[in-house]
């Protein structure tokens, strides 16, 4: 389980490991809890036979530097077709991310840059029969528009394994394209 760090105001940080929430903890440096799913952490017995317990919760606040990280979302293949639910934009298809392909909707022979707005996962068979060309000089439209994630949807491109209440949490932070393209 990872636990998604928040700064004090309330922003996404990092995806941390158990053992080092149970550090802040330790440390007193947890200003609130969010969520409602929980990781209890045991440790060592004492002379009376109980066992101490650490309860974690899988969304904190800690105290320290407000850092905005807000425009820092690295394009790669993996987010790019996470952000697009591993569906080919043109034709709708689910696909597994070993055949997924990057398509540049202004092709980059045509000055298109390599840029969250201008990138959509296609499939290979749509991505070769697009071509050089735009989408609406193949005749191929897109399904959703391509944007740029937000801090909230940058942290759930980043881990594949989110708890409920923590996608609940970045969920209702999403653009409403996220929504369009999660619900397919």
Known sequence: ML????????????????EQAARLYSQDKVLFELGTDHYTMLGGWNRLGNRSRLRLS?????????????????LTNRYLFRRDNYLCLYCGQTFSPSTLTRDHIIPRSRGGKDCWTNVVTACPRCNHAKGAKT???????????PFRPNIYERFYLM??????????????????????????
């Not at 004090?8 to 995806?15: F, I, V």
């Not at 394994?161 to 369009?180: G, K, P, V």
Request: net charge positive; glycine share 8%; hydrophobic share 45%.
């Open 3 to 18: 636990v998604l760090r928040l700064n004090k105001a309330g922003m996404p940080q990092e995806w941390i490991h158990v």
């Open 58 to 74: 899988s969304i904190i606040a800690c105290d320290g530097k407000v850092t905005d990280i807000s425009g820092k979302v690295a």
């Open 135 to 145: 989408p609406e000089e193949a005749g191929m439209p897109l399904l959703a528009v």
């Open 159 to 184: 881990n594949r394994r989110i708890l409920a209440d923590q996608m609940n949490f970045l969920a209702s932070h999403f653009t409403q394209r996220r929504e369009w393209i999660a619900s397919g």
